[in-house]
Nanobody
Framework: EVQLVESGGGLVQAGGSLRLSCAASGFTFDDYTIGWFRQAPGKEREGVSY????????YYADSVKGRFTISKDNAKNTVHLQMNSLKPEDTAVYYCAAAPRVVARELPITEYPSRGQGTQVTVSS
């Protein structure tokens, strides 16, 4: 059974940083793409970033490019999202999501079949 457990959310002032982590289990880490999407109140879900574990390819939404960095720790089957220069508009619940790599090629991050329970990120102005 695929399990994804997020951690690292919290409250930070604008300009600050947070690091989200997604601990994955129940599948072969290298065969998957793991990503993050977010949802703010009253807004559509937004795919933020993904990392294809096996080949290392990455994607970033324009809204976070240059500020967020996704990385992996193969030894711990964990993906991190380092978020710098945070803005109030980054406030949302952030979800870790996963899909087999060949499936992920055909889906937006927001539709990956497995996801965690989410972690709140709040950026104050």
């Amino acid at each position: 059974e695929v399990q994804l457990v997020e951690s690292g959310g919290g409250l930070v002032q604008a300009g600050g940083s947070l690091r989200l982590s997604c601990a994955a289990s129940g599948f072969t880490f290298d065969d998957y793409t793991i990503g993050w999407f977010r949802q703010a109140p009253g807004k559509e879900r937004e795919g933020v970033s993904y990392l294809s574990i096996g080949d290392g390819s990455t994607y970033y939404a324009d809204s976070v490019k240059g500020r967020f960095t996704i990385s992996k720790d193969n030894a711990k089957n964990t993906v991190h999202l380092q978020m710098n220069s945070l803005k109030p508009e980054d406030t949302a619940v952030y979800y870790c999501a996963a899909a087999p790599r060949v499936v992920a090629r055909e889906l937006p991050i927001t539709e990956y079949p497995s996801r965690g329970q989410g972690t709140q990120v709040t950026v104050s102005s």
